[in-house]
């Protein structure tokens, strides 16, 4: 017998290809009404207006009363509540009546002032309300204020999503004009093939699974069309003419995979010349995205001049080789990054190589040519429906990303305290010191100690806080001496602002006496007990007051 040498069928491009398959598809198939509940995913055959408009009523926008504006501002009786699903009922004068986010003005109500902006009080006769001056119109939905009436919300031809399904329950259309879903008979042909549910492998028969079937099937399915799944097809004239003819008779359109090479048993061009994809599972793949899912979706009734997929500019996460006879379709998996779409291969791309397809997102219009396209260059995307761009542009949920170290960060180093208890005092609870003591309140015990966490070493501290309530008494007077002793230099600004603000929190700490100055390098201060654990504020100063009184310091 004679091999087949050279195809008499004259090469064509992609582009000639799909104006080729479109020019086939004159439009979409008939019409038919579904249940609302069976429209997700299928495509609109006719405007949808709005019959009358919404809301219908006045609504409020908020919790609140509803009002007659020209009655002003005053104390009203309140005696019933408006709630959404209620019917209206009239208003009257020199009353208010609450109403809750959704229910129709009371007639004789202009207005709704919210419930935060009122006072209430209950009477023995009802509730009293105290009711700002308000505005005619404020707070309220006026009809057909979200939708005027005969407004078009929905075009023909657009794609039924579930936010498209709401807006067709809101417009109380129970039932939905759609157009026909396409019947898509799909086969393999091949006497190599085995059925994924059919027998082992007989490898050294050179058998291998069909993987186009279910992944025609499966595309077809996403689409939103119905597959036919007719099987396997031997290499038979006569068997393949058999199930091409009963495909013909049960489906809108026939795609078959395989038989349409060179082969001397490829008998589908024999045949017919319908959309007969390629045998290797991913030009299978590659095709049908390019030449039978445009015109199925046309089919579906998505307008003729709609283009499938978003073409957009991409750049390459690493360099792709060219193919020196033709273009190259190369799956890739794109992603957001740095406000820009990157493009990453999927790796190896031979057509018989299935898994250059997993989680594929776009097709890379890669130009016939010799060498490579560097990694940066920017190429053209077609994006494929489904699987978005990874991550998406400032995505939510936000996906975890691992952790960046915090930018380093200058901050003043916390001063060293030492706080000094003197008498019963409990203690700050929003001081942490490094050193703590406790003294009875004696002269010469609080001198001991401030001198010593003051000495001119690296063990003094920056701040010396003394707690202790010392008022005008004898044995107070002495504590206050010996301390003043231990300065080297006295801070009056700062003993006057100490008080001023331990006055805003307790009178009695007029009472006490201040201290505040400096020994070497060290402040010094006294913080009354009165103020408790209000003295936060009053903390929180002395850090800045230290690094004041060292600048000052000669």
Same mark, same amino acid.
């Given at each position: 017998?004679?091999?087949?040498?050279?195809?008499?069928?004259?090469?064509?491009?992609?582009?000639?290809?799909?104006?080729?398959?479109?020019?086939?598809?004159?439009?979409?198939?008939?019409?038919?009404?579904?249940?609302?509940?069976?429209?997700?995913?299928r495509i609109l055959a006719q405007d949808a207006i709005a019959e009358v408009p919404i809301p219908a009523f006045p609504a409020s926008i908020m919790d609140g009363f509803a009002v007659r504006s020209a009655e002003g501002r005053g104390a009203f009786l309140c005696p019933?509540?408006?709630?959404?699903?209620?019917?209206?009922?009239?208003?009257?004068?020199?009353?208010?009546?609450?109403?809750?986010?959704?229910?129709?003005?009371?007639?004789?109500?202009?207005?709704?002032?919210?419930?935060?902006?009122?006072?209430?009080?209950?009477?023995?006769?009802?509730?009293?309300?105290?009711?700002?001056?308000?505005?005619?119109?404020?707070?309220?939905?006026?009809?057909?204020?979200?939708?005027?009436?005969?407004?078009?919300?929905?075009?023909?031809?657009?794609?039924?999503?579930?936010?498209?399904?709401?807006?067709?329950?809101?417009?109380?259309?129970?039932?939905v004009q759609v157009y026909q879903e396409p019947k898509v008979a799909v086969l393999s042909t091949g006497d190599e093939l085995v059925d994924v549910d059919g027998d082992d492998l007989d490898e050294t028969r050179g058998q291998i699974r069909d993987c186009n079937r279910?992944?025609?099937?499966?595309?077809?399915?996403?689409?939103?069309?119905?597959?036919?799944?007719?099987?396997?097809?031997?290499?038979?004239?006569?068997?393949?003419?058999?199930?091409?003819?009963?495909?013909?008779?049960?489906?809108?359109?026939?795609?078959?995979?395989?038989?349409?090479?060179?082969?001397?048993?490829?008998?589908?061009?024999?045949?017919?010349?319908?959309?007969?994809?390629?045998?290797?599972?991913?030009?299978?793949?590659?095709?049908?995205?390019?030449?039978?899912?445009?015109?199925?979706?046309?089919?579906?009734?998505?307008?003729?001049?709609?283009?499938?997929?978003?073409?957009?500019?991409?750049?390459?996460?690493?360099?792709?080789?060219?193919?020196?006879?033709?273009?190259?379709?190369?799956?890739?998996?794109?992603?957001?990054?740095?406000?820009?779409?990157? /493009? &990453?291969?999927?790796?190896?791309? #031979? $057509?018989?190589?299935?898994? @250059?397809? !997993?989680?594929?997102?776009? %097709? +890379?219009?890669?130009?016939?040519?010799?060498?490579?396209?560097?990694?940066?260059?920017?190429?053209?995307?077609?994006?494929?429906?489904?699987?978005?761009?990874?991550?998406?542009?400032?995505?939510?949920?936000?996906?975890?990303?691992?952790?960046?170290?915090?930018?380093?960060?200058?901050?003043?180093?916390?001063?060293?305290?030492?706080?000094?208890?003197?008498?019963?005092?409990?203690?700050?609870?929003?001081?942490?010191?490094?050193?703590?003591?406790?003294?009875?309140?004696?002269?010469?015990?609080?001198?001991?100690?401030?001198?010593?966490?003051?000495?001119?070493?690296?063990?003094?501290?920056?701040?010396?806080?003394?707690?202790?309530?010392?008022?005008?008494?004898?044995?107070? /007077? &002495?504590?206050?001496?010996?301390? #003043? $002793?231990?300065?080297?230099? @006295?801070? !009056?600004?700062?003993?006057? %602002? +100490?008080?001023?603000?331990?006055?805003?929190?307790?009178?009695?700490?007029?009472?006490?006496?201040?201290?505040?100055?400096?020994?070497?390098?060290?402040?010094?201060?006294?913080?009354?007990?009165?103020?408790?654990?209000?003295?936060?504020?009053?903390?929180?100063?002395?850090?800045?007051?230290?690094?004041?009184?060292?600048?000052?310091?000669?």
């Amino acid at each position: 017998m004679m091999y087949p040498g050279k195809s008499p069928y004259t090469m064509l491009s992609v582009e000639d290809c799909v104006e080729m398959v479109a020019s086939q598809v004159k439009g979409a198939l008939g019409q038919e009404e579904v249940p609302l509940g069976q429209a997700l995913g299928r495509i609109l055959a006719q405007d949808a207006i709005a019959e009358v408009p919404i809301p219908a009523f006045p609504a409020s926008i908020m919790d609140g009363f509803a009002v007659r504006s020209a009655e002003g501002r005053g104390a009203f009786l309140c005696p019933a509540a408006a709630t959404a699903g209620e019917r209206r009922r009239p208003l009257e004068e020199g009353h208010v009546r609450y109403i809750t986010t959704g229910a129709p003005l009371p007639e004789g109500a202009d207005a709704v002032v919210k419930v935060e902006d009122t006072v209430q009080s209950v009477r023995s006769d009802g509730l009293e309300v105290q009711i700002p001056a308000s505005k005619p119109g404020a707070n309220i939905r006026q009809v057909g204020s979200d939708t005027a009436q005969g407004e078009r919300l929905l075009t023909k031809g657009c794609r039924l999503g579930a936010a498209e399904l709401g807006i067709l329950a809101a417009l109380g259309m129970r039932r939905v004009q759609v157009y026909q879903e396409p019947k898509v008979a799909v086969l393999s042909t091949g006497d190599e093939l085995v059925d994924v549910d059919g027998d082992d492998l007989d490898e050294t028969r050179g058998q291998i699974r069909d993987c186009n079937r279910p992944l025609l099937c499966a595309m077809v399915k996403e689409l939103g069309a119905t597959p036919l799944d007719l099987g396997l097809v031997k290499d038979d004239l006569a068997i393949v003419r058999s199930a091409l003819s009963h495909a013909f008779n049960s489906a809108d359109v026939v795609i078959t995979s395989g038989g349409v090479s060179r082969g001397s048993k490829d008998y589908i061009k024999e045949v017919l010349t319908e959309l007969g994809l390629p045998g290797n599972p991913v030009s299978c793949f590659v095709t049908f995205k390019l030449l039978a899912a445009p015109a199925i979706e046309k089919l579906r009734g998505r307008p003729l001049d709609c283009p499938t997929y978003a073409r957009v500019d991409a750049m390459l996460a690493s360099a792709v080789q060219m193919d020196p006879d033709r273009p190259e379709y190369h799956r890739a998996r794109a992603r957001w990054e740095s406000g820009g779409i990157v /493009a &990453e291969s999927t790796g190896f791309q #031979r $057509s018989s190589r299935i898994a @250059s397809i !997993a989680e594929a997102n776009c %097709l +890379l219009e890669i130009p016939s040519g010799s060498g490579v396209i560097p990694q940066g260059q920017v190429v053209k995307a077609l994006l494929l429906p489904g699987e978005g761009l990874r991550p998406e542009p400032e995505g939510f949920p936000r996906k975890a990303r691992k952790a960046e170290p915090a930018p380093k960060v200058d901050r003043p180093q916390e001063p060293k305290t030492g706080l000094l208890v003197l008498g019963d005092a409990e203690g700050l609870r929003n001081l942490r010191p490094q050193l703590l003591e406790r003294r009875p309140k004696e002269a010469n015990a609080a001198k001991e100690v401030v001198e010593r966490w003051c000495r001119q070493d690296a063990d003094a501290c920056d701040l010396v806080v003394v707690l202790a309530n010392l008022g005008l008494g004898s044995a107070d /007077a &002495e504590v206050l001496a010996a301390l #003043r $002793s231990c300065l080297d230099k @006295s801070c !009056a600004n700062l003993e006057e %602002l +100490l008080l001023r603000r331990q006055l805003q929190q307790s009178p009695l700490a007029m009472l006490h006496q201040s201290v505040a100055g400096v020994r070497s390098q060290t402040l010094v201060v006294t913080v009354s007990t009165f103020c408790g654990d209000a003295l936060t504020d009053i903390l929180a100063l002395l850090p800045q007051a230290l690094s004041s009184v060292r600048s000052d310091a000669p």
